[in-house]
């Protein structure tokens, strides 16, 4: 199985201010055919399913606002959001879609400083 | 715009078997997307259990597969989860989710969909 390994497990930010959270995989989910890389974050907030925010490490989900940004390639990914706003506290997690099975991250949880 | 909604027994007894069932509605069951079973035990991470192809080709979770059986009835726009000899282990919220991988004409955007998910307890 590729392990997703997230960090950190917590941040605390200032509104307004970027928040990045990483996210390393055990092996490279870089597709070499077509030179995509099959990882994907999610937003929970509480007592919600998780929602689309990124795939394909770098693509913005419909409807998602442009503060969020996926980056990285191979193993080594980042989602940053640049200006934080409270409706942005929840916990986000990477996926791995490259293979089966599906493996998620451990999760990080993001809180107003 | 397309729904999912989970639907089962949320007791379950130990060492009975859990099944859930996942109606899509919307008009998004189409023959091109797999869908994926994917449960969360409170305050826990998220674990894939398995997915379902329309033709029935399933991939399932290693670490469950020898408990895991996945079904879909196209006609019903359902697909459902049986999982066998169950534990405490196993009471989680229970998400279904369509998996959209595998298309050459669409992005490929891993689980874009959920449903609400259903809270299932394994207690006597």
């Known amino acids: 199985d590729i392990v997703m390994t997230q960090s950190p497990d917590s941040l605390a930010v200032s509104l307004g201010e970027r928040a990045t959270i990483n996210c390393k995989s055990s092996q490279s989910v870089l597709y070499s055919a077509n030179s995509k890389n099959y990882l994907a974050w999610y937003q929970q907030k509480p007592g919600q399913p998780p929602k689309l925010l990124i795939y394909w490490a770098s693509t913005r989900e419909s409807g998602v606002p442009d503060r969020f940004s996926g980056s990285g390639s191979g193993t080594d990914f980042a989602l940053t959001v640049s200006s934080l706003q409270a409706e942005d506290v929840a916990v986000y997690y990477c996926?791995?879609?490259?293979?089966?099975?599906?493996?998620f991250g451990q999760g990080t949880k993001v809180e107003i400083k | 715009q397309v729904q999912l909604q989970e639907s089962g027994p949320g007791l379950v007894k130990p060492s009975e078997t859990l099944s859930l069932t996942c109606t899509v509605s919307?008009?998004?069951?189409?023959?091109?997307?797999?869908w994926s079973w994917i449960r969360q035990p409170a305050g826990k991470g998220l674990e894939w259990i398995g997915r379902?192809?329309?033709?029935?080709?399933?991939n399932y979770n290693p670490s469950l597969r020898s408990r895991v059986t996945m079904s879909i009835d196209t006609s019903q726009n359902q697909f459902s989860l049986r999982l066998s000899s169950v534990t405490a282990a196993d009471t989680a919220m229970y998400y279904c989710a369509r998996d959209v991988s595998g298309s050459a004409t669409i992005d490929e955007r891993a689980f874009d969909t959920w449903g609400q998910g259903t809270l299932v307890t394994v207690s006597s």
């Open positions: 919307g008009g998004g069951f189409v023959s091109t997307f797999y």
């Open positions: 379902i192809y329309p033709s029935g080709n399933t």
């Open positions: 996926l791995q879609y490259y293979t089966t099975p599906r493996t």
